[in-house]
């Protein structure tokens, strides 16, 4: 089981320029009409994240995020027990990254 870290939207970049893998988990009553400047590998809301343990990459860093926080945190915990990488998820989601701007 690898171990899961909160990363902020500055520190993205160099996690994605390592490998990392970025996945949206946000659901479907989550409104994907936000402005997100943040580009996903992958769109895989959280209630279907068991779909991901067969074709996931274990060796690579993953980074979840979401529209709050919540749901990212709760994808990384799970994928941390699949993983030798560390599970990252964007720390206030998609809402913090707002609030920075």
Do not use: H, N
Request: proline share 3%.
């Amino acid at each position: 089981m690898s171990e899961t870290i909160e990363v902020y939207i500055g520190e993205l970049q160099s996690l994605v320029s390592q490998g990392a893998l970025v996945i949206d988990v946000r659901e479907a009553e989550d409104s994907r009409e936000e402005d997100c400047e943040i580009a996903s590998d992958v769109k895989l809301p959280l209630s279907r994240l068991s779909e991901l343990s067969s074709r996931l990459d274990t060796t690579k860093p993953v980074i979840f995020y979401c529209r709050s926080g919540m749901r990212s945190f709760q994808a990384a915990e799970i994928v941390a027990r699949w993983t030798q990488k560390p599970a990252y998820y964007l720390c206030g989601g998609l809402l913090s990254v707002k609030l920075d701007s």
